[in-house]
């Protein structure tokens, strides 16, 4: 079993800056592939950016550039670093793992089997 806790959402002001940070606990075996999804109020759950264990790294084209995931795998931790931050990154950030072998596109989250319970981002303009 895996246990994912976010944190470092918060409100800020477009153009600036936020981490967010999601906790694993559990086994860190079963953390082959992670991902950060977020959902806005009244839209789908989408794909933001994921990581393989060995740093392979995809963004969805709305936030490359801007947001960096990495990963620690000692300290069993995905980071998202986000900057230049706009009114429209505003949702509900959550951390999704897949425990073993990514099977389909990265940001299809029907393959994910753990998630976290969200941390809330607001950009104000």
């Known amino acids: 079993q895996v246990q994912l806790v976010e944190s470092g959402g918060g409100s800020v002001q477009a153009g600036g800056s936020l981490r967010l940070s999601c906790v694993v606990s559990?086994?860190?075996?079963?953390?082959?592939?992670m991902a950060w999804f977020r959902q806005a109020l009244g839209k789908e759950r989408e794909g933001v950016a994921g990581a393989s264990r060995y740093g392979n790294t995809m963004y969805a084209a709305s936030v490359e550039g801007r947001f960096t995931i990495s990963r620690d795998n000692a300290k069993k931790i995905l980071f998202l670093q986000m900057n230049s931050l706009k009114p429209e990154d505003t949702a509900m950030y959550y951390c999704a793992v897949v425990s073993w072998g990514l099977r389909r596109t990265w940001y299809d989250e029907s393959q994910y089997d753990y998630w976290g319970k969200g941390t809330q981002v607001t950009v104000s303009s």
């Open positions: 559990g086994n860190s075996y079963d953390t082959d592939y």
